[in-house]
């Protein structure tokens, strides 16, 4: 049963015409990579989605109900976390408080953080401690935890692996893939192997426009498929 | 033009309207000011919230020379010559405080330029040597009682004295100029000069260049200009004419004080005045100052030229006035309460407004519906678009 | 002259006093400065109606204080009555900034940052005005202070007393006191409440604090009004200092000290406004001692808070404790 469904999505930044009719949807429990060369719209997919840049057409539903017209807050509030490209951890704010600024009021505050603590333990060991002065690995752990505590169904994931050492990519790889056992993800990563690895089903954007899809099952990284459209 | 109309059927409604002569060379200097302040702030998007200094040090300069306080010019020296002085120290004054200041942008900007503003505010209002009573500011003294010429310097037949009191007044063609029309035409030859200056330099590749720091500063750094030298240039320019407006308005009213000169609401009148005429349109400030000014004077108390206070009680009469409306407050009570000097709230409100539905100003909404300027546009629909 | 001074300057009587009458400064600027850091920090919006806010607030308290004081009520009666009208101006307040931001200050947050500056400039016009119309009605003058308010003073907080060596005036302790209060109740707001959080998760990043599902714009209405609530506690407090006192031109006077304070400490930090408050308000107590004790020239502390003003954005423009992002905002 599909979770998110978009048709024919439109978004436009002031003139520019950034999506130009996107289709897709993703089902429940599935993680699903959204993959593509930079700029062709796969951030502003999910931004759209957000309602942070709300389409000027085309339909987006969440379990059957529009999100379309909908306050950000509203959205967030119907299941949807976001972890976005660059992390934007809150920086001055402790450890702990990034997290009770993502569970959902009224929430139960404690086990929210036990929840976070025990995916991530080094999150605990920090918690009394700013956010901004955490390495970036760990700044990648807090915002993946905070969309985990968040009470969501669907997580937006954007470019979990970007400027991360590749020791810490397995890690927050490792950390995706528990988090994907209990929600569904879409999921937008430049890395093609490990995007490939997390998700069962891939579609492919280009100039604004969904040019392909498939299941991962059956594809390999140095597809032709892939190398058409993601080669720069 | 003014007296015409006085003397015409409408002569109760035209005096109520229209401001009278002497407000509107205020209009005319104050303009000027506006217009430098627009010329800065509008074009390239820089708030300069101190700008008040150099219309103060302009008003100052004109001032101090006459009254034989600057060093090397003695009182005798021209009018116009003073003028350029103010401008020039102006000028050195807007380079100073630019160097530093544009290093910053935004609120930060506007902040630093207060700052300064306010330092030489508080220094000139504590400064014994500028008046006898600094904080009511100088006036010029008995060294320069004739008026201040405004024309060609050493040629007398080419320049005409400005002033209420100390201008000339001129007999053209039978009819009699008074001394405040004179002041009017002569100062508004110098606001004419300035203003075509400044829309040179704006129609300039210079000028374009402003435009393109204010649309997007990183595009302008990456074409290649050095931005900081051309807002540097811009600023010390619009000092220049900011000084020579204020000069004027000291030429004209032969006195000046800190709080109408250097106090940081002057640049708020400034601002008022370019946001409802227009923010970056450059001629813009002139009407929006032309709007506040009139409005003023038609919610002005009673007994300064028209207005609407007088015109009202004319109309409703007497017995009107004293009807009682609420308790023991009467009609014309109400009438005083409301509009007698109060013309600041509606002005207010009508910035308010202008700021939130019409943020182009009158000229520039008026221009964006015309397609273009109004020199380009009106032979256009005139004569057709075939040119 | 000046090492004469200088050695005066340096007792312990006349530094003691300094230093009280300079945490009383300070007391004062961190209320009429909070809210505007406040409103700031969350939204970008530097609000120039704050100090006629303020003034608002001074008004609004003093009537509160001259209806209910009469010639014969008890100094502690007063002093509670004084906290009843602080509160009370700060609820009517709040609901004025309330009232303001989700009718005129919202529809701008989508423009540039510059009409929100021109926005409540025009605001203050307005304020003024209509505070200048209802005094006409009572027959008060606009620009002297108001006399009735601030004999509703209890007489001890017109005297001094004796600190060991230094004689300091009640109205500074007492100042010191509610400055104290105010810093207290808004550290422990931000701190220790889940609003508290909201406020500076949004002031940090709005978009993904309206991602994590709150609502900012909600915030952004709590904040503006509880920022204009403070202005009015402020103005009250002001309204029985003597060298402040309600009066019109109190909008001017507290505005640019207010500036002054949120940019020396980083536009937007609460603890950067509370520390520049302190630094700003010994350096008016300094240099207003060194004006009436030796150096002649009357608006030496002025001069002196606008220079150290320039000087902090020429050598550190993001202020003591601002983040480095000049512009940003």
Request: net charge negative.
């Given at each position: 049963?599909?979770?998110?469904?978009?048709?024919?999505?439109?978004t436009?930044?002031?003139?520019?015409?950034?999506?130009?009719?996107?289709?897709?949807?993703v089902?429940?429990?599935?993680?699903?990579?959204?993959?593509?060369?930079?700029?062709?719209?796969?951030?502003t997919?999910?931004?759209?989605?957000?309602?942070?840049?709300?389409?000027?057409?085309?339909?987006?539903?969440?379990?059957?109900?529009?999100?379309?017209?909908l306050?950000?807050?509203?959205?967030?509030?119907?299941?949807?976390?976001?972890?976005?490209?660059d992390?934007?951890i809150?920086?001055?704010?402790?450890?702990?408080?990034?997290?009770?600024?993502?569970?959902?009021?009224?929430?139960?505050?404690?086990?929210?953080?036990?929840?976070?603590?025990?995916?991530?333990?080094?999150?605990?060991?920090?918690?009394?401690?700013?956010?901004?002065?955490?390495?970036?690995?760990?700044?990648?752990?807090?915002?993946?935890?905070?969309?985990?505590?968040?009470?969501?169904?669907?997580?937006?994931?954007?470019e979990?692996?970007?400027?991360?050492?590749?020791?810490?990519?397995?890690?927050?790889?490792?950390?995706?893939?528990?988090a994907?056992?209990?929600?569904?993800?879409?999921?937008?990563?430049?890395?093609l192997?490990?995007?490939?690895?997390?998700?069962?089903?891939f579609?492919?954007?280009?100039?604004?426009?969904?040019?392909?899809?498939?299941?991962?099952a059956?594809?390999?990284?140095?597809?032709?498929?892939f190398?058409?459209?993601?080669?720069? | 033009?003014?007296?015409?109309?006085?003397?015409?059927?409408?002569?109760?409604?035209?005096?109520?309207l229209?401001?009278t002569?002497?407000?509107?060379?205020?209009?005319?200097?104050?303009?000027?000011?506006?217009?430098?302040?627009?010329?800065?702030?509008?074009y390239?998007?820089?708030?300069?919230?101190?700008?008040?200094?150099?219309?103060?040090?302009?008003?100052?300069?004109?001032?101090?020379?006459?009254?034989?306080?600057?060093?090397?010019?003695?009182?005798?020296?021209?009018?116009?010559?003073?003028?350029?002085?103010?401008?020039?120290?102006?000028v050195?004054?807007?380079?100073?405080?630019?160097?530093?200041?544009?290093r910053?942008?935004?609120?930060?900007?506007?902040?630093?330029?207060?700052?300064?503003?306010?330092?030489?505010?508080v220094?000139?209002?504590?400064?014994?040597?500028?008046?006898?009573?600094?904080?009511?500011?100088?006036?010029?003294?008995?060294?320069?009682?004739?008026?201040?010429?405004?024309?060609?310097?050493g040629?007398?037949?080419?320049?005409?004295?400005?002033?209420?009191?100390?201008?000339?007044?001129?007999?053209?063609?039978?009819?009699?100029?008074?001394?405040?029309a004179?002041?009017?035409?002569?100062?508004?030859?110098?606001?004419?000069?300035?203003?075509?200056?400044?829309?040179?330099?704006?129609?300039?590749?210079?000028?374009?260049?402003?435009?393109?720091?204010?649309?997007?500063?990183?595009?302008?750094?990456?074409?290649?200009?050095?931005?900081?030298?051309?807002?540097?240039?811009?600023?010390?320019?619009?000092?220049?004419?900011a000084?020579v407006?204020?000069?004027?308005?000291?030429?004209?009213?032969?006195s000046?004080?800190?709080?109408?000169?250097?106090?940081?609401?002057?640049?708020?009148?400034?601002?008022?005045?370019?946001?409802?005429?227009?923010?970056?349109?450059?001629a813009?400030?002139?009407?929006?100052?032309?709007?506040?000014?009139?409005?003023?004077?038609?919610?002005?108390?009673?007994?300064?030229?028209?207005?609407?206070?007088?015109?009202?009680?004319?109309l409703?009469?007497?017995?009107?006035?004293?009807?009682?409306?609420?308790g023991?407050?009467?009609?014309?009570g109400?009438?005083?309460?409301?509009?007698?000097?109060?013309?600041?709230?509606?002005?207010?409100?009508?910035?308010?407004?202008?700021?939130?539905?019409?943020?182009?100003?009158?000229?520039?909404?008026?221009?964006?519906?015309?397609?273009?300027?109004?020199?380009?546009?009106?032979?256009?629909?005139?004569?057709?678009?075939?040119? | 002259?000046?090492?004469?001074?200088?050695?005066?300057?340096?007792?312990?009587?006349?530094?003691?006093?300094?230093?009280?009458?300079?945490?009383?400064?300070?007391?004062?600027?961190?209320?009429?400065a909070?809210?505007?850091?406040l409103?700031?920090?969350?939204?970008?919006?530097?609000?120039?109606?704050?100090?006629?806010?303020?003034?608002?607030?001074?008004?609004?308290?003093?009537?509160?204080?001259?209806?209910?004081?009469?010639?014969?009520?008890?100094?502690?009666?007063?002093?509670?009555?004084?906290?009843?009208?602080?509160?009370?101006?700060?609820?009517?307040?709040?609901?004025?900034?309330g009232?303001?931001?989700?009718?005129?200050?919202?529809?701008?947050?989508?423009?540039?940052?510059?009409?929100?500056?021109?926005?409540?400039?025009?605001?203050?016009?307005?304020?003024?005005?209509?505070?200048?119309?209802?005094?006409?009605?009572?027959?008060?003058?606009?620009?002297?202070?108001?006399?009735?308010?601030?004999?509703?003073?209890?007489?001890?907080?017109?005297?001094?007393?004796?600190?060991?060596?230094?004689s300091?005036?009640?109205?500074?302790?007492?100042?010191?006191?509610?400055?104290?209060l105010?810093?207290?109740?808004?550290?422990?707001?931000?701190?220790?409440?889940?609003y508290?959080?909201?406020?500076?998760?949004?002031?940090?990043d709005a978009?993904?604090?309206?991602?994590?599902?709150?609502?900012?714009?909600?915030?952004f209405?709590?904040?503006?009004?509880?920022?204009?609530?403070?202005?009015?506690?402020?103005?009250?407090?002001?309204?029985?200092?003597?060298?402040?006192?309600?009066?019109?031109?109190?909008?001017?006077?507290?505005?640019?000290?207010?500036?002054?304070?949120?940019?020396?400490?980083?536009l937007?930090?609460?603890?950067?406004?509370?520390?520049?408050?302190?630094?700003?308000?010994?350096?008016?107590?300094?240099?207003?001692?060194?004006?009436?004790?030796?150096?002649e020239?009357t608006?030496?502390?002025?001069?002196?808070?606008?220079l150290?003003?320039?000087?902090?954005?020429?050598?550190?423009p993001?202020?003591?404790?601002?983040?480095?992002?000049?512009?940003?905002?």
């Open positions: 049963m599909s979770v998110l469904e978009l048709a024919g999505v439109h436009y930044y002031g003139d520019s015409h950034i999506l130009e009719g996107v289709d897709l949807d089902s429940e429990g599935e993680v699903v990579a959204l993959a593509g060369r930079n700029g062709v719209g796969k951030t997919t999910l931004r759209t989605i957000l309602q942070l840049t709300p389409p000027r057409e085309g339909e987006i539903t969440f379990r059957g109900e529009s999100l379309v017209g306050e950000t807050h509203d959205v967030a509030a119907r299941g949807l976390g976001w972890i976005p490209e992390r934007r809150f920086g001055q704010l402790t450890v702990e408080e990034n997290l009770r600024a993502a569970i959902p009021e009224p929430g139960d505050v404690a086990a929210g953080l036990d929840l976070a603590f025990e995916s991530f333990p080094i999150l605990e060991e920090r918690r009394g401690q700013d956010a901004g002065t955490l390495s970036g690995g760990q700044q990648q752990m807090l915002a993946i935890a905070r969309g985990l505590v968040g009470d969501n169904d669907l997580l937006l994931v954007d979990p692996s970007e400027g991360l050492a590749p020791q810490i990519v397995a890690d927050v790889a490792e950390a995706l893939s528990r994907s056992e209990d929600v569904t993800m879409l999921l937008v990563e430049q890395n192997p490990l995007a490939l690895d997390l998700a069962d089903r579609y492919i954007l280009d100039k604004g426009r969904v040019v392909d899809e498939g299941e991962t059956a594809v390999s990284a140095d597809d032709e498929r190398r058409r459209y993601l080669s720069a | 033009m003014y007296d015409v109309l006085l003397n015409s059927p409408v002569s109760a409604e035209a005096q109520t229209l401001p002569v002497e407000t509107m060379v205020g209009v005319l200097y104050f303009g000027l000011f506006a217009i430098s302040f627009d010329f800065v702030s509008g390239t998007g820089y708030l300069s919230f101190g700008h008040a200094v150099f219309y103060g040090t302009g008003a100052y300069t004109v001032i101090l020379v006459a009254n034989g306080k600057v060093p090397l010019l003695g009182p005798g020296t021209p009018f116009m010559l003073s003028l350029l002085v103010g401008g020039l120290l102006a050195v004054l807007a380079i100073l405080v630019g160097l530093v200041s544009f910053l942008s935004g609120v930060y900007f506007a902040m630093i330029t207060l700052g300064f503003a306010q330092v030489l505010y220094f000139v209002r504590g400064w014994d040597y500028v008046a006898n009573n600094p904080r009511d500011g100088p006036a010029v003294g008995p060294s320069h009682v004739e008026g201040f010429q405004i024309g060609v310097p040629v007398d037949q080419l320049s005409l004295a400005i002033g209420v009191l100390t201008g000339d007044e001129v007999s053209l063609l039978g009819s009699t100029l008074s001394s405040t004179v002041s009017y035409y002569m100062v508004g030859l110098v606001v004419l000069g300035c203003y075509f200056a400044m829309q040179r330099i704006i129609h300039s590749p210079f000028g374009r260049v402003l435009l393109a720091i204010r649309e997007n500063e990183e595009r302008a750094v990456a074409v290649g200009y050095n931005t900081y030298l051309y807002k540097l240039g811009a600023f010390a320019i619009s000092g220049f004419f000084a407006a204020g000069g004027l308005f000291a030429g004209f009213r032969r000046a004080s800190p709080e109408n000169s250097f106090y940081f609401l002057v640049t708020g009148d400034a601002l008022l005045a370019s946001i409802i005429g227009g923010f970056g349109t450059l813009g400030p002139l009407y929006g100052r032309l709007f506040d000014e009139t409005v003023r004077e038609f919610l002005s108390p009673a007994g300064q030229g028209g207005g609407l206070l007088p015109y009202l009680r004319a409703l009469g007497q017995e009107t006035l004293d009807a009682a409306v609420v023991n407050e009467t009609v014309g109400l009438i005083d309460l409301l509009l007698n000097g109060h013309a600041s709230l509606y002005v207010g409100i009508v910035f308010v407004l202008f700021v939130l539905y019409v943020p182009d100003g009158l000229l520039g909404t008026l221009r964006s519906r015309v397609g273009g300027t109004f020199a380009e546009a009106v032979p256009a629909r005139i004569w057709g678009d075939d040119r | 002259m000046i090492l004469e001074a200088l050695a005066d300057f340096l007792t312990v009587s006349e530094l003691g006093g300094v230093v009280v009458n300079g945490l009383a400064k300070s007391a004062l600027y961190v209320m009429i909070s809210g505007l850091t409103i700031f920090g969350l939204m970008g919006v530097l609000n120039f109606a704050h100090g006629s806010l303020t003034m608002v607030g001074a008004y609004l308290g003093g009537l509160l204080m001259v209806v209910t004081v009469s010639g014969g009520t008890p100094p502690l009666t007063r002093l509670a009555l004084f906290f009843v009208a602080v509160v009370v101006a700060f609820a009517l307040l709040s609901v004025l900034g009232a303001i931001e989700t009718t005129i200050i919202r529809p701008l947050y989508d423009r540039p940052p510059i009409y929100q500056i021109l926005l409540t400039f025009g605001l203050t016009l307005v304020i003024e005005e209509v505070v200048r119309i209802v005094l006409d009605v009572y027959g008060l003058q606009p620009i002297s202070d108001w006399q009735a308010a601030l004999a509703t003073k209890p007489q001890f907080l017109r005297e001094p007393v004796a600190l060991g060596p230094v300091v005036g009640w109205m500074a302790m007492f100042q010191i006191l509610l400055g104290t105010t810093v207290a109740g808004i550290w422990a707001f931000l701190t220790k409440t889940r508290g959080l909201y406020i500076r998760a949004g002031s940090e978009e993904m604090a309206s991602a994590l599902g709150i609502d900012v714009r909600q915030v209405t709590v904040v503006f009004a509880l920022g204009i609530g403070l202005a009015g506690a402020a103005g009250t407090l002001l309204m029985w200092d003597p060298t402040w006192g309600a009066s019109v031109p109190l909008a001017a006077e507290t505005l640019l000290p207010a500036f002054i304070v949120v940019i020396v400490g980083g937007g930090t609460f603890r950067g406004t509370v520390v520049a408050a302190l630094v700003v308000g010994m350096t008016d107590a300094v240099t207003t001692w060194w004006f009436q004790n030796a150096i020239f608006g030496l502390p002025e001069l002196v808070l606008f150290v003003l320039v000087v902090t954005l020429i050598v550190r993001q202020g003591l404790f601002g983040v480095e992002e000049v512009g940003g905002h």
